[in-house]
């Protein structure tokens, strides 16, 4: 599995392409697969950036708890599966071309920031990011509400 941590700025160009950051691409292994999904996150303004392997551990784990018999769960797999890109940074540059549709749903006009989440990496427009900062207090709060004392 692999991890990735770090928060770096990438400025998007009128095809919507962006330099995948060095560190980040660096920590996936030589020799290993360097196709990432990414997707609308569920809960937050960002994009979400998978590694392909591990995007299809955690899609195999949802899809196992669904049943393709029940209309909403049928109904529940199309919206999550909707709307994902495949990339690859070339080798050259290393950039990334995500789709106009992707970062217009996260308002993106020109700076980016990747931010690394240890499985995943998050994509946050430049200003959306530095507001979803949660305060201390909300954030001590939600820590000890994960205690499992």
């Known amino acids: 599995m692999v991890n990735f941590i770090g928060k770096y ?23 290993s697969d360097l196709r990432f999904v990414i997707k609308k996150s569920l809960y937050d303004n960002c994009l979400e950036m998978w590694s392909y392997e591990e995007w299809e551990r955690e899609s195999e784990k949802i ?4 049943d393709f018999f029940n209309p909403d769960h049928v109904k529940f797999w199309r919206e999550y599966m909707r709307d994902c890109d495949v990339v690859e940074p070339d080798a ?21 920031v990747f931010f690394g989440v240890n499985f995943k ?11 979803s900062k949660v305060s201390k207090e909300d954030y001590v709060a939600i820590a000890k509400s994960l205690s499992r004392k």
């Open 9 to 31: 700025t990438s400025r998007v160009d009128d095809k919507g392409r962006l330099v995948f950051p060095a560190p980040l691409k660096g920590a996936v292994p030589p020799g």
């Open 92 to 112: 050259k540059v290393g950039r990334i071309s995500i789709s106009r549709y992707l970062l217009d749903a996260i308002d993106v006009n020109k700076e980016v």
């Open 121 to 131: 990496i998050e994509i946050w427009s430049a200003e959306q990011f530095e507001s």
């Open 63 to 66: 899809r196992e708890g669904l």
